[in-house]
C-alpha cells in the first residue's frame, strides 16, 4: 500500500501518556509496609501443578502468591467475596497501570464497581524490570490458556488448561455446576508469567519465567476477596502451554493478618461513584 506523502510527519505526533502518573491517587504504601511488617500467616492453600485452588482473603489481609518449589506461572482471578460479578478487570488494569504490574499497582474491578481489590505491595521479581526483548513478568495482556483456542488450533481436547483448572476450582469452591462457574472466570494475572510485544510485529510472546523458589507477589486485599489461582500447564511458559509436556511445579496462596491496630484509619475503597445515568 502506498504511503501518503505527509506519512512520516503523521508518525511524528507526540505519544500521550493516556492515564499518566498522578493520575489515581496514591495508595498508602507506608500502611501498608506496617502492616505487612507484623502479619501472620493464618491460611494457606496450595496449588498442585496443572490444577487450580481457591482461598478467602478478608479485607485488610495479605494474599502472598508463592513458588514453593520450582519455576511454575499462575493465572489469577480475583473476585468480591460476596458478589462474583465483582471481578478483577485486566483490560482496565492495564490501561491504568500498564501491561504488567508490580509494587505500588492495584488491581481493579469491572464495571460498575471500578475500584481497587487489590493493591500489589511486595514483588521479590521487582528487579527485572523490561528486559531487551521488551519484556517483563506479571502481566496483564494475556488472558489465560484455554481448551477452546487450543480445540481451534489442534483439534484435540485438553482438559488441563488454565481456564478448566480456574472452572474447577472456582465450581468447587461455590458448590456451582462447571457450566455457571465458568461464566465467571475472566481474564487474569498472569503472576511470574514473562511476556512482552515483539517490537517488529505486535505478536504476544512469552519467555522462561525468571521466578525461582521462594519468590513471591504480595497483594494487599483492599475488600473481601475470593482468590482463586491454577498452576499453568505450561510451566514455566518457556515453550508451551496446553499440554502435559511442561515440568510443573505447585504454587502457594497465603494469607497473612496484620495484628490488631497495624490498619489504624484505613478504610476499604467504596464503589465507584458515577450515578449510572448513561444519558439515558
Ligand atoms: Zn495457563
Not at 57 to 75: F, K
Request: proline share 9%; charged share 20%; aromatic share 6%.
Amino acid at each position: 500500500m502506498r504511503a501518503p506523502s505527509d506519512a512520516d510527519a503523521r508518525r511524528a505526533a507526540p505519544p500521550v501518556l493516556v492515564y499518566p502518573d498522578g493520575s489515581l491517587a496514591p495508595p498508602p504504601m507506608d500502611l501498608y509496609a506496617r502492616a505487612a511488617a507484623m502479619a501472620e500467616p493464618v491460611a494457606e492453600a496450595i496449588v498442585p501443578p496443572r490444577d487450580a485452588a481457591a482461598i478467602e482473603v478478608p479485607a485488610g489481609s495479605i494474599l502472598r502468591l508463592g513458588c514453593p518449589e520450582g519455576p511454575q506461572v499462575g493465572d489469577l482471578n480475583i473476585f468480591a467475596k460476596h458478589d462474583l460479578t465483582e471481578r478483577f478487570y485486566s483490560g482496565k488494569t492495564r490501561a491504568l497501570h500498564g501491561t504488567h504490574v508490580t509494587t505500588g499497582d492495584r488491581l481493579w474491578s469491572a464495571f460498575p464497581h471500578l475500584r481497587p481489590m487489590a493493591t500489589v505491595i511486595a514483588d521479590s521479581l521487582g528487579w527485572y524490570g523490561i528486559d531487551a526483548d521488551g519484556a517483563s513478568v506479571h502481566d496483564v495482556i494475556g488472558t489465560r490458556c484455554d481448551p477452546y483456542t487450543h480445540h481451534l488450533l489442534s483439534g484435540e481436547d485438553y482438559d488441563r488448561c488454565c481456564h478448566s483448572n480456574l472452572t474447577r476450582a472456582l465450581a468447587a469452591h461455590e458448590g456451582l455446576p462447571l457450566a455457571e462457574a465458568e461464566r465467571h472466570v475472566h481474564d487474569v494475572l498472569n503472576v511470574f508469567m514473562c511476556t512482552g510485544f515483539s517490537r517488529d510485529t505486535g505478536r504476544y510472546f512469552m519467555k522462561a519465567s525468571p521466578v525461582r523458589a521462594g519468590d513471591h507477589l504480595d497483594l494487599f486485599a483492599e475488600i473481601d476477596l475470593l482468590a482463586v489461582m491454577s498452576a499453568c500447564p505450561g510451566g514455566d511458559c518457556g515453550a508451551e502451554h496446553s499440554s502435559d509436556r511442561a515440568a510443573c511445579h505447585p504454587l502457594s496462596m497465603t494469607v497473612l493478618r496484620p495484628e490488631p491496630g497495624a490498619l489504624e484509619g484505613w478504610v476499604p475503597p467504596a464503589r465507584n461513584g458515577y450515578a449510572g445515568g448513561h444519558g439515558g
